[in-house]
C-alpha cells in the first residue's frame, strides 16, 4: 500500500485555515440559541487555535532553515516531536529566537490564553459531574457548561485573538508594519480588521 504525499508551501495549510475560520465565522448564526449555532461556534475555536498551532510550527520549521536562525533547529524538532504544547511554543519560541517575550498583560495575550482555555474546557470533558441510571446502567455525565454557554461573540473573539497571535509572531521579526502585513496577507489570506475586531 502506498502512501500519498501531498506538498504545498509552508503557508498553504494556515491559509486554508484561516478561510475555513472565516467563513465559518461569517455564517454563525446570530439570532437564536440552537445547538447548532453553538456547534458552529466550538468548530471555530478549534480551528483557530489549530490554525494558530500550525502557523507556529510551520514558521518556525521554515526559519530554522536559514541563518542566523538555524542554530535552534535542534531543539525546535524536539519540540515537535515532543508535541510541545501551544502555549510553551508561544512563550519559548519567540524568546529563544527572537529575544522577544508575550506581555501577559495584555488584553490581546490575555484574550488567546481565554481562546485556549475555552477550547481546552470543550475537548476533552475532563470532569466527571455524576452518574445517572437508565435502566440497570449507570452513565456517566460530563459537564458540558463550556459548549452550552457558547455566543456569537466566542466565535468572533476565537478568530480575532487567532489573527493576532499570528501578527504578533511576525512581528517579532520585523518592526515595519508594512511587512508584518504582507507576511499576514500570505499566510492567512486576511487579517483581524477584516474581521472587524481592531486587535491588531
Known sequence: ????????????????????????VERVPAPERSDERRQDIAI???????????????????????????????????????????SRKLLDWPRAVFGRTIDEADPKVRQFRDVLRLR?????????????????????????????????????RAANSAYAAIHWVLGCVSSDQAQVEVAMADWTSTGPSELGSGLV
Not at 56 to 65: D, E, M, P, W
Not at 121 to 136: Q, S
Open 1 to 24: 500500500m502506498q502512501t500519498r504525499v501531498s506538498l504545498r508551501a509552508p503557508s498553504g495549510m494556515v491559509r486554508q485555515y484561516s478561510l475555513a475560520l472565516n467563513r465559518l
Open 44 to 86: 471555530c475555536i478549534m480551528v483557530a487555535v489549530t490554525m494558530v498551532e500550525v502557523f507556529v510550527n510551520a514558521y518556525f520549521q521554515a526559519l530554522i532553515q536559514h541563518e542566523p536562525f538555524a542554530i535552534h533547529r535542534a531543539w525546535i524538532m524536539r519540540d515537535l516531536q515532543d508535541r510541545r504544547s501551544l
Open 120 to 156: 481546552n474546557d470543550l475537548v476533552p470533558f475532563r470532569r466527571e459531574e455524576g452518574r445517572m441510571r437508565l435502566g440497570d446502567q449507570a452513565v456517566r455525565m460530563i459537564d458540558t457548561a463550556a459548549f452550552d454557554c457558547l455566543t456569537v461573540d466566542d466565535a468572533v
